[in-house]
């Protein structure tokens, strides 16, 4: 059975990344690390400089740190001697001596599932295993370590309508869905101790709503996931709210666009929004988006109320400014219904 890289959604998404005008000769014979290796934007960035190897002869060295080898497997194939697997959880000490250029930090949780169901979890990959990962940058003189963050990092803001890189909200840490957004906040000021203390070079990438081939659909609980998840399997989408929410999504491939021109053009210890704002939809009607899209026969179902639900944000959507990304040459390309065709596609 041939890995998921060989998927042809896959393929058409890398060809359509690989037309962008990003500095790909900046990899050439580099190593780069890659922690979570299995999660969506890993597997697709990971894919990407498996394809530079491929059709470009990149000489890229990929370190692929993840806990369950088979899913290693199943997604990338066989090691080789230009892909290693470190099968470990980020909590331990990394076990490699050779040397590393880049670093990605993208080991841990984020679902409402796993909010509920394994916080401390969360928690762990998000302070004890930046603390590895930066130790690791720190003793293989690594020239960048990026990190994925999360937009969830601003807390509470409802002063304001756009939020930028320089502003922050309020998080309460008694609130049970805190676990992630607090890690996360505390990750960051990881990254920025070592940069003063140790000179590493960092980048945290505050994330929002991201989907495509690869998202996790079942026990997630994230909409996109859940939505999806029934049309794939054919069954009616049943709201377990009014709708009335307003969301706006970032397909993977623009998403991992973003990261690399980070990796290689970021300017130092520069946080970064990554999100495309120009997509904005209700719940609703992403429902009946997909709904269409999926042309199965399935029905949308309204729900009642939009009372909050254990494990999910209640602030306030609040746009993020994404000038400073885009000041790297960024823009999206997926429109969000490509984006929808792509993935159920992929998952048919």
């Not at 697709?44 to 990149?58: G, P, R, V, W």
């Not at 990394?94 to 993208?106: D, F, L, P, Q, T």
């Not at 293989?140 to 969830?152: I, L, Q, W």
């Not at 973003?258 to 990554?274: M, P, W």
């Amino acid at each position: 059975m041939e890995p998921v890289f060989k998927h042809p959604i896959v393929q058409d998404d890398l060809h359509n990344l690989m037309n962008s005008n990003l500095l790909w000769q900046k990899l050439e014979n580099k190593c780069v690390l890659i922690t979570g290796a299995t999660g969506m934007l890993a597997s697709y960035l990971t894919y990407a400089l498996m394809y530079l190897n491929e059709k470009k002869d990149s000489g890229i060295q990929i370190l692929l740190l993840a806990r369950n080898r088979e899913k290693l497997v199943r997604l990338f194939g066989e090691e080789s001697d230009s892909m290693v697997y470190l099968v470990q959880d980020v909590c331990d000490e990394i076990a490699y001596s050779g040397k590393v250029h880049y670093v990605v930090h993208a080991a841990g949780a984020a679902s409402p599932f796993h909010i509920l169901n394994d916080p401390v979890g969360i928690i762990r990959a998000n302070t004890l295993g930046t603390l590895n990962v930066m130790e690791f940058a720190k003793k293989n003189d690594a020239e960048k370590v990026v990190f994925m963050s999360t937009r969830e990092v601003y807390g509470k803001a409802d002063d304001r309508d756009v939020l930028r890189e320089s502003d922050m909200g309020v998080v309460d840490p008694l609130d049970p869905r805190s676990c992630y957004p607090e890690s996360k906040r505390m990750a960051e000021t990881i990254l920025k101790s070592y940069s003063t203390q140790h000179n590493v070079d960092f980048n945290p990438l505050r994330i929002s709503h991201v989907y495509g081939p690869g998202m996790p659909l079942e026990n997630d609980g994230r909409v996109m996931s859940d939505l999806l998840n029934d049309a794939v399997n054919k069954r009616d989408i049943r709201l377990k709210s009014a709708g009335t929410a307003e969301r706006s999504f970032c397909y993977v491939t623009d998403a991992i666009d973003a990261i690399f021109r980070v990796l290689l053009s970021g300017k130092r210890n520069e946080a970064f929004n990554i999100a495309n704002e120009t997509d904005s939809i209700s719940i609703l009607d992403l429902a009946k988006a997909i709904q269409s899209i999926a042309a199965n026969g399935i029905m949308v179902i309204k729900g009642e109320n939009d009372a909050p639900r254990p494990g999910y944000s209640n602030y306030k959507r609040t746009t993020l400014e994404t000038s400073r990304i885009e000041k790297l040459g960024w823009k999206p390309h997926v429109s969000l219904k490509e984006g929808i065709r792509k993935t159920i596609e992929f998952y048919k």
